[in-house]
C-alpha cells in the first residue's frame, strides 16, 4: 500500500539467547499515531530497540520493511538516515558532545548536506522555547547534569529538530512530574502536526496520551500483541490496568 510506512512481519527476537518477542506483526501507515501498552517486561523496549536496528537484540523471525524496502539487517545508523528515529527510555550522558552540536551533526548525516548555521539556532531556539527549555542546554555536555525531566526534553527537542519520518519513544513519560508530562505531551503534540510523520509510542502509563490524538492501540504481553484497539482501548486501560490480558 503506498501510505504504509512500516511493516513488522511476524518478528520473533531475543536477547542473549533469550527469545522475548513471539510473532510480532503491524502496519503503521504514514501519518498515524500508534500506542503499544502492556506490563513492565512485557517487550514492549525490546521492539523498540529492534525496530531500530540495536545490535544487542537478535531478530529470530520474521522482517521489517520501511517503505516497502526489507530493512531487517541494515544497521541503525542507516535506518536513522532512511528517517528513523528512537527516544531512549534511559538518555545516554555524552561527555564532550554539545546538545546543539550533537543534533547538527545528526541532521548532516540525516540529509546528507550541511546544516545553514543561522537557521539552525534560529530553529533550535524557538524549538527549545516551546519546550520551556533553558537556552544554555544547547551548549552543554549531552544530558551531562541533566535532570530527569531535562533529559526527555532533549529527546523531544531532537524529535522535532530532526523531523523523522518514523519515531519511537520509548517510556518518555517515565519518572517526569505533572508538568514535564503537560510539556513533553506539548512536544510531540507539535510533531503530530508535520505531514505524514508516524510515531510508536510505548508507554504502560495513559496520563501522557490524554492530549494526544491516537489511531491505534496494541496491548503486548509476554512478548505477543494479545489486543489491538483504537483510543477507547487506552481509556480501558486506564480504567481497569493489564489484568484482563495476563
Known amino acids: 500500500m503506498a501510505d504504509t510506512l512500516l511493516q513488522i512481519c511476524g518478528v520473533s527476537a531475543a536477547v542473549e539467547g533469550e527469545e522475548i518477542l513471539h510473532d510480532v506483526s503491524l502496519n503503521i501507515n504514514k501519518g ?23 545490535p544487542v537484540y537478535a531478530l529470530t523471525g520474521g522482517s521489517i520493511l520501511f517503505d516497502g524496502e526489507d530493512i531487517s539487517k541494515e544497521s ?4 536513522a538516515c532512511r528517517g528513523m528515529f528512537l527516544s531512549f527510555q534511559n538518555p545516554l550522558e555524552v561527555p564532550g558532545l554539545a ?14 548536506k550541511n546544516v545553514k548555521f543561522m537557521q539552525f539556532n534560529k530553529d533550535l531556539m524557538n524549538t527549545m522555547k516551546l519546550l520551556n527549555m533553558d ?6 555536555d549531552l544530558n551531562v547534569g ?7 526534553k532533549s529527546e523531544i527537542l ?20 505533572v508538568d514535564a508530562v503537560k510539556t513533553v505531551s506539548e512536544g510531540i503534540r507539535e510533531y503530530q502536526k508535520r505531514e505524514d510523520g508516524a510515531l510508536l ?3 504502560h502509563n495513559a496520563k501522557i496520551l490524554e492530549s494526544l490524538h491516537v489511531d491505534y492501540t496494541h496491548v503486548l504481553v509476554k512478548g505477543r500483541i494479545v489486543k ?4 477507547s482501548l487506552v481509556e480501558e486501560i486506564g480504567k481497569n490496568g493489564f489484568e484482563q490480558f495476563l
Do not use: W
Open 228 to 231: 489491538t484497539g483504537d483510543a
Open 32 to 54: 498515524e499515531t500508534h500506542v503499544l501498552m502492556g506490563p513492565n517486561g512485557a517487550g514492549k523496549s525490546t521492539l523498540g530497540n529492534v525496530l531500530m536496528g540495536n
Open 135 to 140: 537556552p544554555s542546554y544547547a551548549e552543554r
Open 146 to 152: 541533566f535532570s530527569g525531566g531535562e533529559k526527555k
Open 76 to 79: 541503525a545508523d542507516k535506518r
Open 99 to 112: 546538545l546543539d552540536s550533537f543534533i547538527r551533526n545528526a541532521l548532516r548525516q540525516r540529509t546528507g
Open 158 to 177: 531532537q524529535l522535532l529538530m530532526m523531523n523523522p519520518r518514523f519515531a519511537i519513544l520509548d517510556e518518555t513519560d517515565s519518572g517526569l512530574d
Open 201 to 203: 509510542i510505548i508507554t
